[in-house]
C-alpha cells in the first residue's frame, strides 16, 4: 500500500470561486488533479487531505465536491481546513460521504498497519501574526484537540502513524507545542498546507526530532498527490 497525500485542493462544482485569480497555474486544477492522481494512485492506496477540500457554504453545496473525490482511486481521508465552511459536524458529513471517502474529527484510524491522527491547527504563540486577544484561546483549543487525537492513536495497532495539520505546525524557526505532542506519540510523518506560493517554498519541509515533514499544497507539489511512504 502507498501512503499518499494532498492539501488544499479548493474545489468548487458550483464555479463561484475560480482559482485562476490566484495565478494561472491555477487554471483547470481540477482536471490536473484528477489526471495526476489516477496516473499514480491504485484502489488500494491511501490518500492523506489535509483541508480545504472544498469552498462550498453548505453541506449540500458540497456534495459534488465530494463526488469529485470519491471518484478518485484509493481510500481517502481528510481534515478540516480553515475554509471548509460547509463542514456541519463529523456525523453529518459521514453520512454525506462515499465508501472510500472519510473525516477525521479529533480522532484516529488505522488502514492497514499506516495510523492516521490530526487536528486543523492554528498560529502558534511567538509567531509573528499571533494575536493572544484572537488566537490563544483558538491554539489551546487545537492541542486539547490533538491530544484526544493522539488519545485515540494510543489505542490502535499500528505500525507507522501520520498526522495531518491544515496549518502549520512548526516552521524554519523551530516546533510548537503540537510538534512536540506528536514526536512524543512516536508519529513519524506529518503533512500540512495552507501555505501557497512564497509562503510554501519557505515552508519546513524534513525531518525534526523523529518526525518527518512535508508541506502538500496543491500547488506547490503541482497538483499532484505526494508519495510519502509505502508499507507492506
Partial sequence: MKVFAISDLHL?????????VFGPEWAGHPDKIAGNWRACVGPDDLVL?????SWAMTLDEARPDFGFIEALPGTKYFIRGNHDYWYAGPSKVRAALGPTTHTLRFDAVSVGGV?????????APGRPDFDPAEDERHWRREI??????LRALGGLEWDVAVAMFHLPPRDADGGTR???????????????GHLHGEAAAEAFEGE??????R??????????????????
Avoid: N, Q
Avoid at 510538534?179 to 506529518?190: M, P, Y
Fill in 144 to 149: 486539547a484537540r490533538l491530544e484526544l487525537s
Fill in 208 to 213: 525534526a526530532d523523529g518526525v518527518c515533514y
Fill in 115 to 123: 495510523a492516521i491522527c490530526g487536528v486543523r491547527g492554528w498560529v
Fill in 178 to 192: 503540537l510538534t512536540e505532542l506528536i514526536s512524543a506519540a512516536g508519529v513519524r510523518h506529518c503533512v500540512y
Fill in 49 to 53: 487531505l489535509a483541508g480545504d477540500l
Fill in 12 to 20: 468548487c462544482a458550483s464555479g463561484k470561486k475560480p482559482m485562476d
Fill in 215 to 232: 508541506c502538500v499544497s496543491a500547488d506547490h507539489i503541482g497538483f499532484a498527490p505526494v508519495l510519502l511512504f509505502e508499507h507492506p
